[in-house]
């Protein structure tokens, strides 16, 4: 069992940046691939990126070179740096876990274990 808890959201204006964290319970933090996934207002949740346990990242494109994935496995912690934010970058940011390595899906119902999410608004 994988408890995640995030952190780091905030409002913020267009432009800004904001570091999101997501700890994990646990002593086996390092066998987890870790996904970040948002969910803005009236819509789906949507893949965000992914950090592999190798360090290996992916990201969709609309965040390509303003986000970016990090993870320190002494401290069971994943960390998405937002920058240059922009209005609709607005969601709940939520993160997730499975036990794959370095392979994932894009689709929420192939992750095992979610955070509560930690909200992120960005005013124009």
């Known amino acids: 069992q994988v408890q995640l808890v995030e952190s780091g959201g905030g409002l913020v204006q267009a432009g800004d940046s904001l570091r999101l964290s997501c700890a994990a319970s646990?002593?086996?933090?390092?066998?987890?691939?870790m996904g970040w996934f948002r969910q803005a207002p009236g819509k789906e949740r949507d893949f965000v990126g992914v950090?592999?346990?190798?360090?290996?990242?992916l990201y969709i494109d609309s965040v390509k070179g303003r986000f970016t994935l990090s993870r320190d496995n002494a401290k069971n912690t994943v960390y998405l740096q937002l920058s240059s934010l922009k209005p609709e970058d607005t969601a709940v940011y939520y993160c997730?876990?499975?036990?794959?390595?370095?392979?994932?899906?894009?689709?929420?119902?192939?992750?095992?274990?979610w955070g509560q999410g930690t909200r992120v608004t960005v005013s124009s």
């Open positions: 997730a876990a499975k036990a794959a390595g370095d392979n994932y899906n894009d689709n929420p119902t192939w992750w095992r274990y």
């Open positions: 950090i592999g346990t190798s360090g290996r990242t």
């Open positions: 646990g002593r086996t933090f390092d066998i987890y691939t």
